[in-house]
């Protein structure tokens, strides 16, 4: 499991750097920015597979979702509440 974490970390250390390297390229960010948006779709795609099935999941949807539900609500809400106040805290130019 720490495993698992140091190469979580290295990876995006790596990523930073390249990041930091190719930075100001614009035909580069914007190759990168389609295939993040690609992989994002297809990760997403292939998670509704794996619920689909999951035949445990599906047979309790219906008390599952609607926690489900809230506890979505309760994230978005809160990451937005997040996002307003590092907005005003450290970009909002004064």
């Known amino acids: 499991m720490l495993t ?3 190469i979580v970390i290295s990876i ?3 990523g930073i750097g390249i990041g930091l390297i190719i930075g100001n390229r ?3 960010i914007k190759i990168i920015s389609l295939f993040t948006s690609f992989s994002i779709f297809l ?3 292939l998670l509704g597979i794996g619920v689909g099935t999951n ?3 599906v047979n309790n949807l219906d ?3 609607l926690q ?3 506890i979505s609500i309760g994230a978005l809400a809160g990451s937005l509440i997040c996002a307003f ?3 005003n805290l450290f970009f909002k130019k004064k």
């Open 12 to 14: 995006m250390i790596l």
């Open 63 to 65: 008390s599952i979702g």
């Open 26 to 28: 614009p035909k580069v």
């Open 43 to 45: 990760l997403l795609f």
């Open 4 to 6: 698992d974490i140091i």
């Open 85 to 87: 106040f590092t907005y």
């Open 55 to 57: 035949t445990k999941l």
């Open 68 to 70: 489900a539900f809230v």
